[in-house]
């Protein structure tokens, strides 16, 4: 079982290319998996994205690089608590409505302007709190 493409809606790309500017981060596959995984971080179901146009795609090698396996086995494992039958369609739908919410969560957040606020924000942990535990 796996995932071929990550298809991201225009809204996604616009979303996207904001939080490229803002952080610096100039790969988009870079910026989704940090989506997906502050999505499933969230104890909520996230709402399927929208229908319509998808322009970008992104393979599910480029997404996933080497630890493409990891995230496709978090993917499973959320679909199992939410109690989702664990198929190939499921496990796709529900990676594309994950990765669309974290990237409706960072963009959302004007805090989210530097790679560490990145950090700060999918951790919880604060740069200064790090600093003070020695982290």
């Known amino acids: 079982m796996t995932v071929e493409t990550v298809r991201i809606t225009k809204q996604g790309r616009d979303q996207l290319s904001k939080l490229k500017s803002r952080t610096g981060i100039s790969q988009w596959n870079v910026l989704c998996r940090w989506a ?3 999505s499933l971080s ?3 179901w996230p709402r399927p994205p929208s229908a319509g146009e998808r322009p970008i795609e992104i393979a599910w090698k480029t997404f996933g690089g080497e ?6 086995a978090l993917v499973k494992q959320r679909c199992a608590r939410d109690g989702l039958e664990v198929t190939d369609q499921t ?5 594309h409505a994950h990765v669309h919410r974290g990237i409706a969560y960072l963009a959302g957040d ?4 530097t790679i560490e606020t990145l950090v700060a924000k999918a951790t919880g942990v604060q740069s200064d ?5 020695g982290a």
């Open 91 to 95: 496990v796709t739908d529900e990676l």
């Open 36 to 38: 997906l995984c502050l």
């Open 110 to 113: 004007p805090n989210v302007k």
């Open 42 to 44: 969230e104890a909520s």
């Open 129 to 133: 709190e790090r600093i003070a535990s």
């Open 67 to 72: 630890y493409a396996d990891l995230y496709l």
